[in-house]
């Protein structure tokens, strides 16, 4: 079982993926993006290879307007030895990736430009799979789309227009229920016309289930019976409801206790996992060190350091809790350890605690610093303690004096960015 993440990773420099308006996509500028965003997907391999993560979700914003006819470069062909070394890296690390076109592309329209639009949408992403020269096992995920008034003519278009599909297209392609129009148990009925593997969501399914009352496990059992060999392993879709937010909101953080019980009920199905939560990388690290490895508290240091700050700007008490966790160097304490850090993101913002945590950064810092960044600091301390700036103001220029000075221990700090 592997769990991944989509498209972004928190606290990881060089790996944002950039974009520009339709008036401003000249050839020029396209090809700078294109390659600036090559270079960030490269990062993001290797940092998933590092941390022993092997699902991943490309962005589909890689190759910007990658459909669209404003986009007149032969990226495929133009970048292919650059596309070959990313390819590489994936499948040296043992990485399945996949990629997840929006909500604008949709088959079953009844506007047959909007089919058009979406058969467009999904050769571009079945082409960029393909340029990376990874297996039918790296998948292309899509809803069914609308119901227009009909359900049965609805999914009957899906078919339809699925059956019309470039072979390189079909092949990738997999289909998931949704939260507000076809559910688990009709995109099962679908895939059994067209022949499409199918991915649970769970959260989709809890909002919008259908009239049987299977449990999780039934349908992702009855899901698994839709992937083949060539398919690759199951893929299943996990997230959790964001508290007082609207049904479909992504929590922050994966709740570790929530997932330990869900994740025991899949160990016989053994699907890879792909997490959607807000805080992505920081999430599948988390859950990879609770229920795949159980990690010892020596394991988890390099955690720590990363996570330390931020605790501290939340709570001194959760600090000290983590040290004294740790100390027990063989003791498997991962739960333990993700349990408190919960805690602290729970946590109001505490100016003490804020202040305490700016003041051992910079601490961290100040040796290295010039006069006037020590009195730039100073100054946004003052602000912030008399309520005329924000803690993020102080949490940026500490984040560019580690910058400047080249503290690598403080740039990779998850203080500066969850």
């Not at 392609?173 to 067209?194: A, Q, W």
Request: neutral net charge; proline residues 3%.
């Amino acid at each position: 079982m592997a769990i991944g993440y989509a498209c972004l990773a928190i606290g990881v420099p060089g790996t944002s993926i950039s974009g520009c308006t339709l008036k401003n996509a000249t050839d020029e500028n396209l090809r700078k993006l294109i390659l600036k965003n090559l270079e960030a997907l490269k990062v993001l391999l290797d940092y998933n290879s590092r941390n022993d993560i092997h699902l991943f979700r490309i962005s589909s914003e890689l190759i910007p307007f990658g459909s669209h006819p404003v986009n007149k470069v032969h990226w495929w062909k133009d970048y292919r030895e650059v596309f070959e070394e990313l390819g590489t890296i994936i499948k040296k690390a043992g990485l399945r990736v996949s990629m997840h076109p929006g909500q604008y592309t949709v088959l079953n329209s009844n506007h047959q430009e909007v089919i058009d639009k979406a058969v467009q949408e999904l050769i571009y992403h079945a082409r960029l799979l393909d340029a990376l020269g990874v297996d039918q096992s790296n998948k292309l995920i899509l809803h069914i789309g609308g119901v227009y008034d009909n359900r049965t003519e609805a999914a009957n278009r899906f078919i339809r227009e699925y059956g019309l599909l470039p072979e390189e297209v079909k092949r990738r392609l997999v289909i998931e229920n949704d939260e507000r129009c076809f559910n688990i148990s009709e995109v099962l009925r679908i895939s059994k016309v067209c022949g499409a593997p199918v991915i649970f969501d769970n959260l989709h399914h809890h909002i919008n289930p259908p009239v049987e009352e299977l449990s999780d496990y039934q349908w992702i059992t009855q899901c698994n019976h839709t992937w083949s060999e060539v398919d690759g392993k199951q893929k299943i879709h996990y997230s959790q409801q964001k508290d007082q937010a609207k049904p479909g909101s992504h929590s922050d953080t994966i709740n570790i206790s929530t997932f330990i019980e869900y994740y025991q009920q899949l160990k016989s199905v053994d699907p890879d996992i792909m997490l959607e939560v807000k805080d992505k990388n920081l999430s599948a690290i988390k859950c990879k060190h609770v229920v795949l490895k159980n990690s010892t508290a020596m394991k988890l240091e390099s955690e720590w350091a990363r996570y330390k700050y931020y605790v501290l700007s939340k709570d001194a008490k959760a600090y000290q809790a983590i040290r004294e966790l740790l100390k027990e160097k063989e003791n498997r304490v991962a739960k333990e350890f993700y349990e408190i850090i919960e805690r602290a993101y729970r946590m109001p913002e505490n100016t003490g605690a804020q202040t305490n945590a700016a003041q051992h950064v910079w601490g961290y810092l100040s040796k290295d610093c010039t006069a006037a960044e020590k009195k730039r600091y100073e100054k946004l301390m003052e602000d912030y303690t008399f309520g005329k700036a924000s803690i993020q103001t102080v949490k940026n220029h500490l984040l560019k004096c580690a910058n400047e000075h080249g503290q690598e221990y403080l740039i990779e700090s998850l203080y500066f960015y969850i």
